[in-house]
């Protein structure tokens, strides 16, 4: 089970940390971000694999996004900084059994979504 949150309100510039907590065997799990904006497909965010060693992102967020993890609390963060109004969306955390360019449909596992807004 994955619980985000996190989510809120801010400024163009601004930062704000997701979190997601899970429950189960966390450690087991590639895990990720990926939002959806109103009126639009949901979009791959961030991926980091089982220790946290390897991480991906959408060429849009890199640089200004940072996907991490902590198996001892089993949670899953996403630090967001210079946050843009078209970050405004839904963000969801996701789980998944292998590290690689998987489409939505291969994470098993999602969480409720937690929405971010960001104004100009």
């Known amino acids: 089970q994955l619980q985000a949150s996190g989510g809120g309100w801010v400024q163009a510039g601004g930062s704000l940390r997701l979190s997601c907590a899970a429950s189960g065997r966390f450690s087991s799990y590639v895990m990720a971000w990926f939002r959806q904006a109103p009126g639009k497909d949901l979009e791959f965010v961030a991926r980091i694999s089982f220790s946290g060693g390897s991480t991906s992102y959408l060429d849009s967020v890199k640089g200004r996004f940072t996907i991490s993890r902590d198996n001892a609390k089993n949670t899953l963060y996403l630090q967001m900084n210079s946050l843009k109004p078209e970050d405004t969306a839904i963000y969801y955390c996701?789980?998944?059994?292998?590290?690689?360019?998987?489409?939505?449909?291969?994470?098993?596992?999602w969480g409720q979504g937690t929405l971010v807004t960001v104004s100009s």
């Open positions: 996701a789980a998944a059994y292998t590290y690689s360019d998987l489409p939505p449909s291969q994470y098993p596992y």
